[in-house]
């Protein structure tokens, strides 16, 4: 289980969390979701160790972030939405040296399960420079499966991808979470629609955590996109 207690975070004067809290269990995917500058990213950082909170505590399969940083990250799997890939590197080589860092023995089987996933064996020899953004995507993604971890994070997972490899990667999502946690940050609301549960953040604070049928009921049409419309507004009104 995951669990985020009260996350606190400023830079400068402005708050980017406030007290944000929820908890994550196995067989879920979670669709997390806000307004630009709401505090996703800061969020999942935070959750992954790249940034320390001002306060409250990350506890990742009891493991706290903060003070067992180490343990906390065994169990993680994160892909950033900015891209981490190196591209002078094959596939291969850069999924290889990515198992170094894990210390995976059986690289050479990790790497091949990986890129079955993610639907890239055929890529593996290719430069990654050479790639379309989707393979590319892919890669990322595969890189973070290598040690099979039981939470999976993903920003802006499908941004910039045509439809048949959103379609893939929202399967693959769906399939992942069967018996690990998948926490998604988009703002492709199809990508959410795929979710059990909608964590919705508004000014650094969890406005709404609660299943995606919940979720859509402030809509009168129970849709997805008109229900975030609405909390965005009502929320626009209170400032």
């Known amino acids: 289980m995951i669990e985020v207690s009260n996350i606190s975070k400023t830079f400068g004067s402005k708050n980017a969390l406030n007290d944000a809290s929820f908890t994550l269990r196995p067989g879920e995917i979670a669709a997390l979701i806000g307004e630009n500058g709401a505090g996703k990213s800061t969020l999942m950082r935070i959750m992954s160790g790249y940034l320390q909170a001002d306060g409250g505590s990350v506890l990742i399969f009891g493991k706290n972030v903060e003070y067992d940083r180490l343990g906390a990250l065994s169990h993680i799997g994160y892909v950033p939405e900015i891209s981490s890939l190196y591209g002078d590197m094959t596939v291969y080589d850069f999924l290889r040296w990515i198992a170094g860092l894990w210390q995976i023995k059986n690289y050479n089987e990790a790497i091949f399960d990986a890129a079955r996933?993610?639907?890239?064996?055929?890529?593996?020899?290719?430069?990654?420079?050479?790639?379309?953004?989707?393979?590319?995507?892919?890669?990322?993604?595969?890189?973070?499966?290598?040690?099979?971890?039981?939470?999976?994070?993903?920003?802006?997972?499908?941004?910039?991808?045509?439809?048949?490899?959103?379609?893939?990667?929202?399967?693959?999502?769906?399939?992942?979470?069967?018996?690990?946690?998948?926490?998604?940050?988009?703002?492709?609301?199809?990508?959410?629609?795929?979710?059990?549960?909608?964590?919705?953040?508004?000014?650094?604070?969890?406005?709404?955590?609660?299943?995606?049928?919940?979720?859509?009921?402030?809509s009168h049409h129970k849709d997805l996109s008109e229900a975030f419309r609405i909390l965005s507004k009502q929320q626009q009104e209170q400032k």
Not at 136 to 157: C, G, M, N, W, Y
């Open 117 to 218: 996933h993610m639907q890239i064996v055929e890529v593996l020899t290719d430069k990654i420079d050479s790639l379309s953004k989707g393979f590319k995507k892919r890669v990322e993604i595969a890189s973070a499966l290598l040690h099979t971890p039981d939470l999976l994070i993903l920003d802006e997972p499908t941004d910039g991808l045509d439809p048949n490899q959103k379609h893939d990667i929202r399967q693959f999502m769906k399939k992942y979470a069967q018996k690990n946690i998948v926490l998604v940050s988009t703002h492709v609301l199809e990508d959410a629609n795929i979710a059990d549960r909608v964590i919705m953040l508004a000014k650094g604070s969890v406005l709404r955590d609660t299943s995606i049928d919940e979720f859509k009921k402030v």
